[in-house]
């Protein structure tokens, strides 16, 4: 396995160094080579490296997130086209996490870290970018940037300031046909 799979984790701690625009552009570049549905390719990813946009995206983000996340110089929301039909609907959101899993290795390659959220205000969010529900849906959020001093963090969060664990691989690829559960 090419070691990128475990330099990547989800840090808390990021710096305020600028993310080089040309390293931004290479992250996007790796999320539009993402496979999906027909190629549909149903993934928006809105961003900002400037207040005061940067800072309404991060004022989205629940408190709990937007304590730590707001001192990463990137912060965005990732966007699912919803005016889909059948299977291109239901594969959607499986196609833009591919993408957002691209974007995230070709970060970590470049020496950048990224922490994707689940816990933003979805009603804020949407409110902010003018989305109708029935056209786009925003999934999650997500803060980019390079790591910075796990002494900027509380002590609750630097607790959580490491790689996390994983499951064995006996416990989810199954070779045959009979699932674990
Ligand atoms: C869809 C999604 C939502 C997440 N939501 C949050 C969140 O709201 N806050 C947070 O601190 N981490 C969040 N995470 C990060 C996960 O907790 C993290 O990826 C997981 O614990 C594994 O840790 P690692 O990424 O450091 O390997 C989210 C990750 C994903 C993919």
Redesign the pocket.
Known sequence: MNPVFME???P?AFSDQPVDPEDLAAVFEAARWTPSWMNNQPWYIVYATEDPDRQAILDTF?EF?REWASAAPVAGLVVAKTDLEGRMASTRDYDVGAAMMALTIQATMLGLSI?????IELDAAHELLGLDPEVGSVL?GFVLGHRGDPGQLSDKQQAKEH??DRKPVSEFAVEGTTLPF
């Open positions: 990547r984790w989800s808390r629940m997130n922490h994707q959220l689940g816990g999650t790689p996390g």
